[in-house]
């Protein structure tokens, strides 16, 4: 099963915007993780957020959690083209395996 | 500092055939894990080495999947016989622990069973 969900499942916006996606989880974590995955690179680890933090940020990224709520934020400021790609909250389960979401596809136009 | 590697990229079957996977890890990585990534999901975890012992193999279906990594070092992750059901890219990820905060992937293998 899941550990987190993301939403929306899909998400198209002009390059410049910002984009944000969020993800909810079901059970108590140590921390969240957003990785991206395109075709040229592959799956990429992106931010880490640990559970005792509320914001953090990375370059373009900021990454909020709420645990009271089991979810997550990813905002990415002034879109590229280049950001169009996959992005996945993931999480590990009490039993120490990785669980990612469904993703939600995002696509920037030029 | 090389990546993971993976072979072949893309695999084209018929049902009932076998296929094998491989993956070479990061260098020093000690946890080696396999995920099925079926199109337009994430990654499911299939199995996941520490050295050259399987830690949880939980949700590999063994009845047809079967994964190896003899040496602590590459790993191969077969099918026997392949179902329709098994098209999806094959994803091999390391990390230089158990629980380690973040997993390096490969590039992965896409499978497509006719």
């Known amino acids: ?15 410049g915007e910002n984009a944000t996606m969020n993800c909810s989880y079901k059970t108590s974590i140590n921390n969240l993780q957003w990785y991206r995955q395109n075709s040229g690179r592959g799956l990429v680890h992106l931010i880490l957020i640990r559970s005792n933090e ?12 709420d645990t009271s709520k089991k979810s997550s934020s990813l905002l990415i400021t002034a879109s590229r083209a280049a950001d169009t790609a996959s992005y996945f909250c993931a999480s590990y389960n009490q039993g120490g395996k990785l669980i990612f979401g469904q993703g939600t596809e995002l696509s920037v136009k030029p | 500092e090389a990546g993971v590697a993976q072979s072949p990229r893309y695999k084209i079957i018929e049902k009932r055939q076998s296929v094998a996977f491989w993956c070479n890890p990061i260098s020093g990585h000690a946890t080696l894990y396999w995920y099925q990534q079926i199109l337009g999901q994430g990654p499911k975890l299939l199995i996941q080495f520490q050295n050259n012992g399987v830690v949880d193999d939980s949700q590999l279906p063994k009845d047809r999947f079967s994964a190896e990594r003899l040496k602590g070092v590459d790993s191969t992750l077969k099918i026997q016989p392949a179902k329709l059901e098994d098209s999806a890219v094959y994803l091999c990820a390391s990390s230089l622990e158990l629980a380690s905060n973040e997993q390096f992937f490969g590039p992965g293998t896409r499978l497509t069973v006719l």
Do not use: F, M, N, Y
Not at chain 1, 7 to 13: G, K, W, Y
Not at chain 1, 54 to 65: D, I, M, N, P, Q
């Open chain 1, 54 to 65: 509320r914001e953090k940020h990375s370059g373009r990224l900021r990454v909020t959690l």
């Open chain 1, 1 to 15: 099963s899941q550990q987190g969900e993301e939403d929306p499942q899909a998400l198209s916006i002009q390059e």
